[in-house]
């Protein structure tokens, strides 16, 4: 999928070559082109979602490989309301969600720590469940060190009402009641 051809963009962040190859199909765009339009506010395009869906097969891999700024980058997702897409679109980025969070909990050393993977999944489906359901299924030895690890990770969150959704794309109402969800489930856990 390509830019709509009438893009474009923010001319301060991306410069026109840019915002070509955004508008080009079959052109392979650069880890750091990705990167900088996952991490924009929405309101540097005419339309975020082109945008996003643009970038989105390079993106999941780099959310995979260990990208720095994850949960920044997944915010573009959930700006981008991939959540509203046509069924297939979004069933797809769901079972990208789905994957990366269970693949990162079954490994012993992921490219990111757990702890910032579960961030970005909750950033990009403003939602923390289905996280912490496949966490709780989750019962081996490697998945309950991740745990353990994330609880020592947001320490000073746990003890105060601060949320760790630093890219939280919606109101802070919202926000407090994921963390609270977030915080009965891990203590809960570690009883």
Do not use: N, Y
């Not at 979602?49 to 989105?56: K, N």
């Not at 780099?62 to 700006?79: Q, T, W, Y």
Request: aromatic residues 10%; hydrophobic residues 40%; glycine residues 6%.
């Amino acid at each position: 999928m390509t830019a709509r051809s009438d893009e474009t963009g923010c001319g301060r962040c991306f410069d026109e070559v840019e915002v070509e190859l955004l508008r080009t199909p079959d052109v392979r765009l650069t880890t750091d082109l990705v990167g900088r339009v996952a991490r924009k506010e929405p309101f540097h395009w005419g339309d975020q979602p082109a945008i996003i869906r643009r970038v989105l097969p390079r993106l999941v891999v780099m959310l995979a490989e260990g990208a720095v700024e994850s949960a920044l980058m997944a915010r573009g997702l959930v700006a981008a309301g991939w959540s509203r897409w046509p069924r297939e679109q979004a069933g797809a980025e769901a079972g990208f969600l789905e994957a990366w969070w269970t693949q990162a909990l079954r490994m012993e050393s992921p490219p990111t720590p757990v702890c910032e993977v579960f961030e970005s999944c909750v950033t990009a489906s403003s939602s923390v469940a289905p996280c912490l359901a496949r966490w709780e299924a989750e019962r081996g030895t490697v998945a309950r060190h991740h745990l353990t690890e994330s609880v020592g990770w947001w320490r000073e969150e746990l003890t105060s009402d601060d949320s760790p959704f630093t890219w939280w794309w919606g109101t802070a109402t919202e926000e407090q009641a994921a963390w609270r969800e977030v915080k009965t489930w891990l203590a809960a856990q570690t009883q």
